[in-house]
């Protein structure tokens, strides 16, 4: 039996479809069960889908019996709370499609959202919590299909990676790197001219939609094909090595373009002479340099780390295999494909042995978790991390790591917490000279400054992480700094200035494909929160919208439940109970606050 959830719900046995159930109250309740984090008790679905009813509890027990009725099963869906356990002969289509397989293909068959046309006016709390899972499930879908492609790509079959690229533009236009990946796709099978038409199709989309012009890594995608040219042959292995080494070294110095020059010609000089775990390092330093050192380069990282775990399962390299699968599990937290991530981490973590390998990995998986709003796992990883870092003497990484933790904190509003993590950070920071890093930590620490009422202080940090990061040209630092100095102005009562500087840091986050997205709605949710505080429901309205599309999208449940408060104010009733479901599994004091000042408003 098939239980299909994507697109209209049907039931099928053997292929052929057989009597649905009766209502839409029926697919609800199923979904609700198959989706919900921990099994549900009667008492929470009966208030949630038939509060409607004269008797809601009565009503859930004929609708699990007529689900029952359709399954051919008498003995599931029973129980307080009630079992999702369906048996081994039952087949969820949802499951096929975001777990891992081997076999993707059924990606390509996934065309409506899920359940397709079922609506329930009547359960406007379902609504919100329905419309939020359709973003999430659909960001599902699209991570697997770019998953596929990528690996399809560094795996030589450029033909088949077409597809499923093709299928991620269609599921999200407005995302650069789909475009990008399919472009790749094209170039590497040699039809460069449909690739050069996929690039004027997303520049066009970009202007018009986002009003932001398409970076120069989608354009050179189109220049990768069985015919681009290689680096010239250098003199073997030892060449090869060297070029690595001096690759590294550029990089870290901040000579990205020679850097990256030097790593490609060590990958290609490795190729040749058929050195293939020497290759994997290379083109996992390659990678890596092109997703952190370089903007705009994730898509072009993302094929070579692909390629160097391929080689580093051939060569039995267990510490190329790490740092690739870590390097991605990275890119997935930065784009918030919180499961795939999840997987590529997960996997990292079976493998690693030592604390130079776990230190690192352990903070990616940190930042996920905080991304997520699950603060508990959140400060176990980082807190793991931090220990680790300091153990190996990775001091870079314990600053990473210590700013993570205290944006935890700070997010949690347990601000003496965050000083004491923000200045260890900052400390380190300013030990190893990072200046690439530093005004991370220091629009955090301006911020608590601005917290705590010391508006000079806030000034200077603001100001200072503002221009070290454009001198930079790091857009994740830039978005994070004009959105503190948005909020400065705001507390200085200058409205104006406020609005000008939030829509900066909007722009400067998406100004590159690869975004940080939680940046992103971190600066969206500040300048709603200026907008309402100043009555400006026009401007905080549409800001909303788009908040809570990227935050459901992006699985960042704190900003879920925050779009659905904004709502609220902005005069939606039902908004409020959903936000109050939608909380219920969130760990972070500062939202109660939050609801009572809601409370307040109310009683006035």
Same mark, same amino acid.
Not at 383 to 386: A, D, F, R, T, Y
């Given at each position: 039996m098939t239980i299909r959830l994507l697109g209209p719900p049907a039931i099928e046995r053997d292929g052929l479809p057989v009597r649905s159930p009766r209502g839409r109250k029926v697919w609800a309740l199923l979904s609700y069960l198959l989706l919900a984090e921990r099994p549900p008790s009667r008492r929470q679905l009966a208030e949630l889908l038939f509060g409607d009813a004269d008797d809601p509890l009565g009503a859930l027990r004929w609708t699990l019996a007529e689900l029952r009725r359709a399954l051919g099963k008498r003995d599931v869906l029973s129980g307080d709370p009630i079992s999702p356990v369906l048996g081994d002969d039952v087949v969820v289509d949802l499951e096929q499609i975001t777990r891992e397989q081997d076999d993707p293909s059924p990606l390509l068959d996934v065309r409506g959202e899920l359940l397709e046309g079922v609506h329930l006016t009547s359960s406007l709390e379902f +609504?919100?919590? /329905?419309?939020?899972?359709?973003?999430?499930?659909?960001?599902?879908?699209?991570?697997? /299909? %770019?998953?596929? $492609?990528?690996? *399809?790509?560094?795996?030589g079959r450029a033909g088949d990676a077409v597809a499923y690229a093709s299928r991620a533009v269609a599921r999200n236009p407005l995302e650069e790197g789909n475009h990008e990946l399919l472009v790749r796709s094209l170039a590497a099978t040699g039809d460069r001219t449909a690739a050069l038409r996929q690039i004027a199709v997303c520049e066009d989309i970009l202007r018009r939609e986002l009003g932001v012009e398409a970076s $120069? $890594? /989608?354009?050179?995608?189109? #220049?990768?094909?069985?015919?681009?040219? *290689?680096?010239?042959?250098?003199?073997? %292995?030892?060449?090869?090595?060297?070029?690595?080494?001096?690759?590294?070294?550029?990089?870290?110095?901040?000579?990205?373009?020679?850097?990256?020059?030097?790593?490609?010609r060590a990958a290609a000089e490795a190729a040749r002479c058929g050195d293939a775990a020497l290759q994997g390092r290379a083109l996992v330093a390659l990678g890596g340099a092109l997703i952190h050192a370089a903007r705009g380069r994730d898509e072009e990282g993302i094929v070579a780390i692909h390629e160097a775990i391929q080689l580093a399962a051939r060569t039995?390299?267990?510490? #190329?295999?790490? #740092?690739?699968? %870590? +390097?991605?599990?990275?890119?997935?937290?930065?784009?918030?494909? %919180?499961?795939? $991530?999840?997987v590529w981490l997960a996997k990292a973590q079976a493998m690693a042995e030592t604390d130079e390998e776990l230190a690192p990995l352990l903070a990616v998986r940190g930042k996920n978790a905080s991304d997520l709003g699950d603060y508990p796992a959140a400060f176990d990883y980082l807190?793991?991390?931090?220990e680790r870092s300091g153990r190996c003497a990775d001091h870079r990484q314990q600053a990473w790591s210590l700013s993570m933790v205290a944006r935890a904190h700070l997010l949690r509003a347990e601000r003496s917490q965050a000083a004491a993590a923000l200045a260890r950070s900052l400390e380190r920071v300013h030990e190893q000279r990072w200046m690439a890093f530093l005004p991370w930590p220091q629009a955090l620490r301006a911020e608590l400054d601005l917290h705590g009422g010391d508006v000079e202080a806030a000034t200077d940090g603001f100001e200072q992480a503002w221009e070290l990061a454009c001198q930079l040209n790091d857009s994740c630092w830039e978005g994070m700094a004009a959105r503190g100095l948005g909020l400065l102005s705001a507390a200085k009562g200058d409205y104006v200035a406020a609005t000008k500087w939030q829509d900066e840091s909007s722009f400067r986050c998406i100004r590159v494909p690869d975004r940080y997205q939680w940046v992103y709605a971190y600066a969206m949710d500040a300048a709603i929160t200026t907008a309402l505080e100043h009555d400006d429901h026009d401007r905080a309205r549409p800001l909303t919208e788009s908040l809570a599309a990227l935050a459901a999208r992006c699985d960042m449940r704190e900003f879920v439940v925050r779009a659905h408060l904004h709502r609220f104010r902005l005069g939606d009733q039902t908004a409020l109970a959903a936000a109050r479901m939608l909380s219920a599994d969130i760990d972070n004091p500062a939202l109660a606050p939050l609801f009572q000042e809601i409370s307040t408003r109310q009683k006035r």
């Open positions: +609504e919100s919590w /329905l419309l939020v899972e359709r973003h999430r499930v659909s960001a599902r879908v699209e991570a697997r /299909l %770019r998953q596929a $492609a990528v690996a *399809m790509l560094a795996g $120069a $890594a /989608l354009r050179e995608a189109a #220049t990768v094909g069985p015919d681009s040219p *290689m680096a010239p042959p250098l003199s073997g %292995r030892a060449a090869a090595a060297s070029q690595l080494d001096a690759g590294r070294a550029a990089i870290v110095a901040g000579a990205v373009d020679a850097g990256l020059q030097c790593l490609r039995g390299d267990r510490v #190329t295999a790490v #740092t690739a699968h %870590r +390097e991605l599990g990275f890119v997935e937290v930065q784009a918030g494909r %919180r499961k795939t $991530a999840d807190n793991e991390s931090v």
